[in-house]
């Protein structure tokens, strides 16, 4: 089984006009979100071998304020330039390429590349609020079987499990 968790980074500050997209902190909300979520994953049983996060400040923030409620070391915190204005595609390359001695991995990016592939996992997904999570369950050996879609010549291993949360919600939907 590989299970895998997308979130989208907490909410980021607009403070600073003159800031470079990519260098945008979190504001106080983001700052107070982030940590619940990381909260709730470990009420869940979640907890990754891996963070994957997009290099902008705000993905490595939220990525370092999950990881200090679930225990993560930051040896185990990866920023990845290929999750900073990625496609899907790209997206699933990171995926693909996991490691499968990793059970369960954790990519931290923005949208609307989280909610697009959210809902390429299943039909059933949400927008990807800020915060939010999405994590989903395959029943696969390899993360290489992990797909979208079935490709020629493998069979695509879909989500068996999928739960939605997010900050504003006083627990996770499960579809």
């Known amino acids: ?27 106080d909300h983001g700052r107070e979100d982030a940590p619940r979520m990381g909260r709730r994953l470990v009420e869940r049983g979640i907890e990754p071998d891996v963070i994957i996060t ?62 697009e592939l959210a809902t390429r996992f299943s039909k059933t997904a949400e927008a990807m609020s800020t915060a939010a999570i999405a994590v989903f369950t395959f029943d696969a050996a390899s993360w290489a079987d992990v797909r979208t879609t079935p490709s020629a010549g493998r069979a695509a291993a879909a989500p068996v499990g999928v739960t939605f949360d997010a900050p504003d919600r006083s627990h996770d939907r499960n579809r």
Do not use: C
Not at 59 to 64: E, K, L, Q, V, W
Not at 85 to 100: C, F, G, H, K, N
């Open 54 to 115: 997009s290099t902008a400040e705000r993905a490595r923030s939220t990525a370092a304020l999950v990881a200090g409620q679930l225990g993560t070391p930051a040896r185990r915190i990866i920023a990845d330039e290929r999750l900073y204005a990625a496609s899907v595609d790209t997206m699933m390359r990171v995926i693909r390429s996991l490691d499968d001695r990793l059970a369960v991995a954790m990519l931290v990016g923005h949208n609307p590349e989280m909610t």
């Open 1 to 27: 089984m590989k299970t895998l968790v997308l979130m989208r980074h907490a909410t980021s500050s607009w403070d600073s006009p003159g800031l470079v997209d990519h260098d945008r902190p979190l504001n």
